[in-house]
Each structure stands twice: as structure tokens, then as C-alpha cells.
């Protein structure tokens, strides 16, 4: 399908061609483990055994691409497992990489305990300051690693300004797309060079599959990943496949809805006298506030704040919400509420990345706007 339609058109039909045998307009789920060869060698468009590809997973695939306007989109069985796929695919003993001092907790402990015991180091910057990220850049940086906004204190980093930054030193530019998801924020065309999703999130949208994907614009490195990808084998089943790839269908519709109400709850948020800070791009007092707006559609979902009276009140927020599900993840339909440091964000505790213990972060869902501000409202008490 061309790239010349509008993101609302490719999230439909990019990838999901009708089936040839019987006309269903929605992809099949090929639930197959290998396929029947026309002789010795003689593929049937090119499948061989479900590792390789997969001709559901393959529709996923196309469509992250289109999406996030790259060449090449390869899906994984999660998030953790494409960040995995990524590394051992860019790096080597020795090399370096540049990471944010705000990442999420599952991304620092596959660099701080599983990539540096294969001998890849890394630093921590303040990748919302690009003399930060300049200035922790060393001769042996191979990439530099960003979440904008970021998890869990919805920071923003100037992608193209970063962009430059890494390329200047001959590393590769890669950013985690997912809090954003492709609707809000393209970061291949602000110059990055690999997108990272958690397709768990709002890719899926439904709290229903965990899944992970990688989309590049360097037919090289596509190819280079793609081989990693079936050696290592880390791939998305073709039943996750086909239910990220059904989420994605009203992608933009429910991302509208999620900014919607997650502008509604900082504005409670704001004015609650036992909030003492709210973390929301969307918020003009916000220091990433002008570059988000600069490069992304809208805001996003995701609201962080922290409560005045400390960590305990923070927990007991979590605890009291009951339309606000208290539970891990993000980016479904339903709203979620969490305490990152005893829970996503545990395995940060002690080091650079370690978050607030008044840290309260939500998801906010695609309910009613006003039985949300309810919910929060009598849980902050």
C-alpha cells in the first residue's frame, strides 16, 4: 500500500491484504509450525518453518513498517526481546552505549545485568540536554538510547537534536516509540535510525498480548536484524501477531481518546492541593512542553505525579483507586495505576535511574472522562 496515505488508512489496511483462498478481509492465523516445499527447496512464498516467517506475523510486519515509515518492521515475542535482538545485533564486547537517565526498569536491568556481563558498558545521561548526551558520549558509542516521553517521569527528548548528536560521533540513533506509539511521534523521519515498541502497550491497546517490535529505515540493518531475529528466535507467535495487528486497526482512534482524557485528569491533577507536581508534556509549565508539541501529533496517555504527602500516601492512592486498576503495564483501553518504584521501576532502585518514592504513574484509558476524575479524586482523599 502507498505511504501516501494518511495514518488512519494505513493502521487498516497496510498489510492486511485479503486472503487469496477465500476473500477474508482479515489475515488469517496461520497456526503452523512448517510448511509444505513443491520439491527439495521449492518454497511457497518463501515460507519454510514458523521461526523464519510466518505469513501472519508477516501482515504485523508490514504494517509497523508503513506505520512507522521504514523499510523493514520485524515483530517479537515482547518488548525486552527486540531490545535484545537490537543489542547483540549493533554491539560487540567493549562497545558503549549512551542511555537516559529516566528508562524504563526492564530496559536498564537488560543493560545493567545481562549486556554488561557480555562486556558492553554503558553511561547515563540526561537525554533531554543534548550537551548531556554529547557530552557522555565516548570513541567507543555505538548508539544512544531514548524514550520520549519517558517512562515513568514523561520526559522529552529533541530527537532530531539527539539525532544529530550520535551521528556526529558514528552512532545510531534509537528510540523507544512506545509511550508515544507511531500516531503521535514518527521518530525514523526525525532521524533516528531504529523505533522500539513495546506492541503490549497501545499497539495492542487491549491488554491482551505482549509483544515487542523493531522498525528501521537501512535495508542493511534490516537485513542484519532479520537474521538475528531467526537465530535467536525470539519471535511473535502468529496468534499475538494477528491480535497486535487487530489493536493497531483503531490505534488512532483510541490514542485521540486517551489524550483526551489524560489532558482532562492533569488538570485535576494540577489543582489538587495534595499532588505536588504533575509530569504531562501536554502541560505548558512541562520543560519538554515546546519540543513535544514540535514533534508529536499530541500528548499521549500517560500522566505521572507525585503526592506531597510521601511514599506511603503515594501507595495508598494506588491502593484506593477502583476505576483505576492497580496493576503493571500500560496502553490499554482500561485505565491503570501504579507506584513505579515498588513495581516496573523496582530493579532501578539504588542507581541513577531510580525514581521518586512519591511517584504515583497512570494510564489513562478510553473510559468517561468524568468517572475517571471521580475515581482520582476520591482516592487522593
Given at each position: 500500500m502507498s505511504d501516501?496515505?494518511?495514518?488512519?488508512?494505513?493502521?487498516?489496511?497496510?498489510?492486511?491484504?485479503?486472503?487469496?483462498?477465500?476473500?477474508?478481509?482479515?489475515?488469517?492465523?496461520?497456526?503452523?509450525?512448517?510448511?509444505?516445499?513443491?520439491?527439495?527447496?521449492?518454497?511457497?512464498?518463501?515460507?519454510?518453518?514458523?521461526?523464519?516467517?510466518?505469513?501472519?506475523?508477516?501482515?504485523?510486519?508490514?504494517?509497523?513498517a508503513a506505520l512507522e515509515g521504514g523499510r523493514r518492521g520485524l515483530a517479537f515475542a515482547s518488548g525486552l526481546a527486540a531490545e535484545d535482538c537490537l543489542l547483540?545485533?549493533?554491539?560487540?564486547?567493549?562497545?558503549?552505549?549512551?542511555?537516559?537517565?529516566?528508562?524504563?526498569?526492564?530496559?536498564?536491568?537488560?543493560?545493567?545485568?545481562?549486556?554488561?556481563?557480555?562486556?558492553?558498558?554503558?553511561?547515563?545521561?540526561?537525554?533531554?540536554?543534548?550537551?548531556?548526551?554529547?557530552?557522555?558520549?565516548?570513541?567507543?558509542?555505538?548508539?544512544?538510547?531514548?524514550?520520549?516521553?519517558?517512562?515513568?517521569?514523561?520526559?522529552?527528548?529533541d530527537i532530531a537534536a539527539?539525532?544529530?548528536?550520535?551521528?556526529?560521533?558514528?552512532?545510531?540513533?534509537?528510540?523507544?516509540?512506545?509511550?508515544?506509539?507511531?500516531?503521535?511521534?514518527?521518530?525514523?523521519?526525525?532521524?533516528?535510525?531504529?523505533?522500539?515498541?513495546?506492541?503490549t502497550k497501545y499497539m495492542?491497546?487491549?491488554?491482551?498480548?505482549?509483544?515487542?517490535a523493531l522498525v528501521v529505515s537501512d535495508p542493511e540493518l534490516a537485513e542484519e536484524l532479520a537474521y538475528h531475529q531467526n537465530a535467536m528466535g525470539a519471535v511473535a507467535g502468529p496468534f499475538d501477531a494477528w491480535l497486535v495487528l487487530r489493536g493497531i486497526k483503531t490505534l488512532a482512534v483510541r490514542m485521540d481518546r486517551h489524550t483526551e482524557n489524560a489532558t482532562k485528569v492533569a488538570d485535576l491533577l494540577t489543582r489538587h492541593p495534595k499532588v505536588s507536581q504533575v509530569l504531562y508534556p501536554g502541560l505548558p509549565e512541562h520543560p519538554g512542553h515546546e519540543v513535544a508539541a514540535k514533534q508529536m501529533r499530541?500528548?499521549?496517555?500517560?500522566?505521572?505525579?507525585?503526592?506531597?504527602?510521601?511514599?506511603?500516601?503515594?501507595?495508598?492512592?494506588?491502593?484506593?483507586?477502583?476505576?483505576?486498576?492497580?496493576?503493571?503495564?500500560?496502553?490499554?483501553?482500561e485505565s491503570l495505576i501504579e507506584h513505579p518504584g515498588r513495581m516496573t521501576h523496582a530493579s532501578a532502585a539504588g542507581s541513577p535511574l531510580e525514581v521518586p518514592a512519591d511517584l504515583v504513574r497512570i494510564s489513562v484509558g478510553i473510559e468517561n472522562g468524568d468517572d475517571l476524575l471521580a475515581d482520582l479524586t476520591q482516592a487522593l482523599g
Open positions: 501516501q496515505h494518511s495514518f488512519e488508512t494505513l493502521a487498516i489496511h497496510a498489510g492486511n491484504t485479503a486472503d487469496p483462498l477465500t476473500g477474508a478481509v482479515v489475515p488469517p492465523i496461520y497456526q503452523v509450525s512448517t510448511y509444505k516445499q513443491d520439491g527439495v527447496g521449492g518454497l511457497r512464498g518463501g515460507y519454510e518453518y514458523s521461526r523464519s516467517a510466518n505469513p501472519t506475523r508477516t501482515a504485523l510486519e508490514e504494517n509497523l547483540r545485533t549493533l554491539l560487540t564486547p567493549g562497545d558503549h552505549v549512551v542511555i537516559p537517565n529516566d528508562a524504563y526498569g526492564g530496559t536498564f536491568r537488560l543493560f545493567a545485568k545481562v549486556a554488561s556481563r557480555w562486556g558492553v558498558e554503558f553511561s547515563v545521561a540526561d537525554t533531554s540536554d543534548v550537551a548531556a548526551v554529547q557530552a557522555a558520549i565516548t570513541p567507543r558509542t555505538k548508539a544512544v538510547w531514548v524514550e520520549t516521553p519517558s517512562n515513568p517521569l514523561l520526559g522529552i527528548t539527539v539525532a544529530q548528536v550520535a551521528h556526529q560521533a558514528g552512532a545510531r540513533l534509537v528510540v523507544d516509540n512506545t509511550f508515544a506509539s507511531p500516531y503521535l511521534q514518527q521518530p525514523l523521519a526525525l532521524g533516528a535510525d531504529v523505533v522500539v515498541h513495546s506492541t495492542g491497546g487491549h491488554s491482551d498480548v505482549v509483544g515487542g499530541a500528548f499521549g496517555g500517560m500522566v505521572s505525579f507525585r503526592v506531597a504527602a510521601g511514599e506511603e500516601a503515594a501507595v495508598e492512592v494506588c491502593d484506593r483507586a477502583k476505576l483505576f486498576t492497580l496493576g503493571e503495564s500500560l496502553g490499554g483501553v
